[in-house]
């Protein structure tokens, strides 16, 4: 099975092959490294900029306007902040244009803590990102998803901001991509780059096929009846085991990953809170001004009457950094621990 640096690789060069895509750039994004994540290794239209993220978004916003699709890849998320201002003008262009010119671009970077990346490299941008009008937003939580969501996003004729984390990115799934090999050695083989005498090394890219997975949909990724826990990322994969861990309680849990942050499936959300009457919403990014916030109150005002507890929101302390030790990571943002607490709080919950 292919990881989620490699999906994302496999995805651009099917976007480079058959959806236009002619550039994908970045600081180390092209040869010799690919990446530092090794998610553009192998691609042809791949190449490198100086650390520079305002001309790496600004790059991308000239080529997008010319009608030419790109992929921009800023490093780390954790130093996306500086082009803010950008990333604005970039989501409002098409309306202060009134529809005539449109923004085929992507920006994709790694988001989140789970690596020990202290101060400087485990940042979630996720809730800044919801706020900025005119820009989609997805979040994949497993290799299949990585790719389907960035052909997706290599499609849509605006901004996508894709958002990989960054402890996801050597994390397979259980589901083969269209067209990608059954043997994972095969796979490795064919577009990893070897360690050792790589000199003249060039990809054997799959036979891969197109795989689309719809901007704004979401997945329920555990069933349940008796609380909803709405999530993304990499926070799917441990409410997904606490999920599993209380089933042998009888404590039966619906988990939702929203894959997509802008636009986001109200209605699977809906439809599972009027099932469960419960709903806890779990993310990584800092609690305050957080997105789950913003689900927490559309609930209030939609779902009140169908509420059998008080939606909660889990998410990363408000603490200006997360430490280097993996301690204070661990108390920084929500763990296996955190989240089965909370669940059983909301179930316990009764009006």
């Given at each position: 099975?292919?990881?989620?640096?490699?999906?994302?690789?496999?995805?651009?060069?099917?976007?480079?092959k058959?959806?236009?895509?002619?550039?994908?750039?970045?600081?180390d994004?092209?040869?010799?490294l690919?990446?530092?994540?090794?998610?553009?290794?192998?691609?042809?239209?791949?190449?490198?900029?100086?650390?520079?993220?305002?001309g790496?978004?600004?790059?991308?916003?000239g080529?997008?306007?010319?009608?030419?699709?790109?992929?921009?890849?800023?490093?780390?998320?954790?130093?996306?902040f500086?082009?803010?201002?950008?990333?604005?003008?970039?989501?409002?262009?098409?309306?202060?244009?009134?529809?005539?010119?449109?923004l085929?671009m992507?920006?994709m970077t790694?988001?989140?803590?789970?690596?020990?990346?202290?101060?400087?490299?485990?940042h979630s941008?996720?809730?800044?990102a919801?706020?900025?009008?005119?820009?989609?937003?997805?979040?994949p939580?497993?290799?299949?998803?990585?790719y389907?969501?960035m052909?997706a996003?290599i499609?849509?004729?605006n901004?996508?901001?894709y958002?990989?984390?960054?402890?996801?990115?050597r994390?397979?799934?259980?589901e083969?991509?269209?067209?990608?090999?059954?043997?994972?050695?095969?796979l490795?083989?064919?577009?990893?780059?070897?360690?050792?005498?790589?000199?003249?090394?060039k990809?054997?890219?799959?036979?891969?096929?197109?795989?689309?997975?719809?901007?704004?949909?979401?997945?329920?990724?555990?069933?349940?009846e008796?609380?909803?826990?709405?999530?993304?990322s990499?926070?799917?994969?441990?409410?997904?085991?606490?999920?599993?861990?209380?089933?042998?309680?009888?404590i039966s849990?619906?988990?939702?990953?929203?894959?997509?942050?802008?636009?986001y499936?109200?209605?699977?959300?809906?439809?599972?809170?009027?099932k469960?009457?419960?709903?806890?919403?779990?993310?990584?990014?800092?609690?305050?001004?957080?997105?789950?916030?913003?689900?927490?109150?559309?609930?209030?005002?939609?779902?009140?009457y169908?509420?059998?507890?008080?939606?909660?929101v889990?998410?990363?302390?408000?603490?200006?950094?997360?430490?280097?030790?993996?301690?204070?990571?661990?108390?920084?943002?929500?763990?296996?621990?955190?989240?089965?607490v909370?669940?059983?709080?909301v179930?316990?919950?009764?009006?």
């Amino acid at each position: 099975m292919a990881s989620v640096a490699q999906a994302i690789r496999m995805a651009l060069h099917y976007g480079e092959k058959h959806l236009g895509v002619k550039d994908v750039f970045g600081q180390d994004v092209g040869a010799p490294l690919g990446g530092v994540f090794t998610a553009t290794q192998g691609l042809k239209t791949a190449w490198n900029t100086p650390l520079d993220e305002r001309g790496i978004i600004s790059m991308a916003m000239g080529i997008a306007m010319t009608g030419d699709r790109c992929v921009a890849e800023i490093q780390f998320g954790d130093y996306i902040f500086n082009t803010i201002d950008l990333l604005k003008i970039a989501g409002n262009t098409l309306w202060c244009t009134n529809g005539q010119v449109e923004l085929p671009m992507v920006v994709m970077t790694p988001v989140g803590a789970g690596i020990f990346g202290s101060v400087y490299h485990s940042h979630s941008f996720d809730a800044w990102a919801s706020r900025l009008p005119g820009w989609k937003i997805v979040m994949p939580s497993n290799p299949l998803d990585a790719y389907g969501l960035m052909l997706a996003a290599i499609k849509d004729p605006n901004p996508v901001l894709y958002l990989k984390s960054k402890a996801l990115m050597r994390h397979k799934g259980d589901e083969l991509i269209p067209g990608e090999p059954a043997d994972e050695k095969e796979l490795k083989a064919m577009i990893d780059k070897p360690v050792q005498n790589s000199v003249g090394w060039k990809a054997r890219w799959p036979d891969l096929e197109e795989y689309i997975v719809p901007i704004g949909k979401g997945k329920i990724t555990h069933a349940g009846e008796h609380i909803t826990v709405v999530t993304y990322s990499r926070m799917v994969h441990l409410c997904n085991e606490v999920a599993e861990k209380l089933s042998h309680e009888g404590i039966s849990v619906e988990v939702i990953d929203l894959r997509s942050i802008y636009p986001y499936d109200w209605q699977m959300i809906k439809e599972s809170i009027a099932k469960t009457g419960r709903v806890l919403f779990v993310n990584e990014d800092t609690e305050v001004t957080n997105f789950g916030e913003h689900l927490a109150y559309r609930t209030t005002q939609e779902c009140f009457y169908q509420l059998m507890a008080r939606p909660r929101v889990l998410a990363g302390k408000n603490l200006p950094g997360i430490g280097l030790s993996p301690n204070l990571e661990k108390n920084s943002v929500p763990q296996h621990h955190d989240i089965e607490v909370a669940i059983r709080e909301v179930v316990a919950e009764v009006p």
